[in-house]
């Protein structure tokens, strides 16, 4: 019976400890602090991301829609690899600020790149032309540099323009940028990102480039594919 009251009294205590990690109450104006799961701070209020009612896409023609079509199904392909990508940067970028020794730092640079290189290579020689320009745009809208500047950093100058002057007899530059204010296949793609995170198809990575989707959508309203 003793052992059946301490189990029921230590079964309370998990439920009030669990409710406190939960919400919080101040002692001097009764805000009610929440505390979000993964995070460590109570907060009063929770940011929630912006969210996007999308229309039915219109064409103006079957060609139209074709080539939307097989835009979003290369670019569903390839924007894991640039994902990827990005997060390779940061984890590379965080240990790098460790390291204190030049030797050492280019050392640890090079094994990284040979691991990427070793791990991904072969998948990414099966990519098709457009599959991998539409990779170098995402690359630059994941970490803000183009496939060029980073080459050029992991790597040397010269082998940047060696990669860039091999992709150019592919008609690829790995110098391209991704603009989706300016060019509107790119903005096509954001398109296509926005609807595949908002599906839960691709797990959401913000860009780091300064633009907002939903001016993007005013600025391309009505043009052809972009009807919604």
Known sequence: MKKTVLFFMALF???????????????????TLIKVQGDSVFQSSISLREAYVFGKLKFDSYEEKLKYYILRRKTLKVYPY???????????????????????????TKEVQKSIEDEFSEKLKKFTRTEGQILVKLVHRQTGNTSFDLVKELRSGWRAFWYNTTAGFFDITIKAEYDPVNVHEDYLIEDILQRAFAKGKL????????????????????TASTKN
């Open 203 to 222: 797990e959401r990575q913000e860009s780091v480039l300064d633009y907002e989707y939903g001016s993007l959508i005013n600025k391309w309203k009505g």
């Open 13 to 31: 205590l998990m439920i009030v400890v669990s409710g406190q990690n939960q919400e919080q109450e101040t002692d001097t104006i009764g805000e």
């Open 82 to 108: 640039a994902k990827l990508a990005a997060e390779r940067l940061e984890e590379l970028n965080d240990t790098l600020l460790l390291i204190k020794k030049k030797s050492k730092r280019k050392k640890y």
